[in-house]
T-cell receptor, first 112, second 116 residues
Framework: DQQVKQNSPSLSVQEGRISILNCDYTNSMFDYFLWYKKYPAEGPTFLISISSIKDKNEDGRFTVFLNKSAKHLSLHIVPSQPGDSAVYFCAASAPNTDKLIFGTGTRLQVFP | ETGVTQTPRHLVMGMTNKKSLKCEQHLGHNAMYWYKQSAKKPLELMFVYNFKEQTENNSVPSRFSPECPNSSHLFLHLHTLQPEDSALYLC???????????????FGPGTRLLVL
């Protein structure tokens, strides 16, 4: 049973436009959410996070939105750049556990 | 050298071999993790160590044996693996364990393992 789901395996966006990556979760106990980015032959790198007490967190071109009632979070990248082309993973954690639960990832391609 | 390093980067082994994966973090973190990433599957947590003590074993088969001699080093000893164990094995570290606010983890580049 997959608790964190990224239903879009891939996304293609033109440079300068907005990229929206989506993530759904099933465990209502999750209280912290993160996005990681992964380039080929490298490990995932932390991008941005959000606590369940917030519904939005912004860092430069990256904004994460959390809709707790829908158990949905999204990552917005504005404007998208070719260097943003990578696989993006969302992850979640619940209180009192040492586990991060990851989604399967969405491959973003930003073309000129 | 900074960050999290892993060796070897690639490994091919037979089912009767014994090999070890090594991870080293240069970040002064207290928690270290082993993850497995198989094709088309999410990253799967295997083990968690906090201050050298194992705090999580995610029902991993005994043919995978972790070792954490100190907070900077983590090993994964492999023996009698199966072809389905072929995957990317990622090591990560965080300042503290996840339950203590250490959700932000720093990953190494991984070891791509092929079991023949």
């Amino acid at each position: 049973d997959q608790q964190v789901k990224q239903n879009s395996p891939s996304l293609s966006v033109q440079e300068g436009r907005i990229s929206i990556l989506n993530c759904d979760y099933t465990n209502s106990m999750f209280d912290y959410f993160l996005w990681y980015k992964k380039y080929p032959a490298e490990g995932p790198t932390f991008l941005i996070s959000i606590s369940s007490i917030k519904d939005k967190n912004e860092d430069g071109r990256f904004t994460v939105f959390l809709n707790k009632s829908a158990k949905h979070l999204s990552l917005h990248i504005v404007p998208s750049q070719p260097g943003d082309s990578a696989v993006y993973f969302c992850a979640a954690s619940a209180p009192n556990t040492d586990k991060l639960i990851f989604g399967t990832g969405t491959r973003l391609q930003v073309f000129p | 050298e900074t960050g999290v390093t892993q060796t070897p980067r690639h490994l091919v082994m037979g089912m009767t071999n014994k090999k070890s994966l090594k991870c080293e973090q240069h970040l002064g973190h207290n928690a270290m993790y082993w993850y497995k990433q198989s094709a088309k599957k999410p990253l799967e947590l295997m083990f968690v160590y906090n201050f050298k003590e194992q705090t999580e074993n995610n029902s991993v088969p005994s043919r995978f044996s972790p070792e954490c001699p100190n907070s900077s080093h983590l090993f994964l000893h492999l023996h009698t693996l199966q072809p389905e164990d072929s995957a990317l094995y990622l090591c990560a570290s965080s300042q503290d364990r996840v339950s203590a606010g250490g959700e932000t983890q720093y990953f190494g580049p991984g070891t791509r393992l092929l079991v023949l």
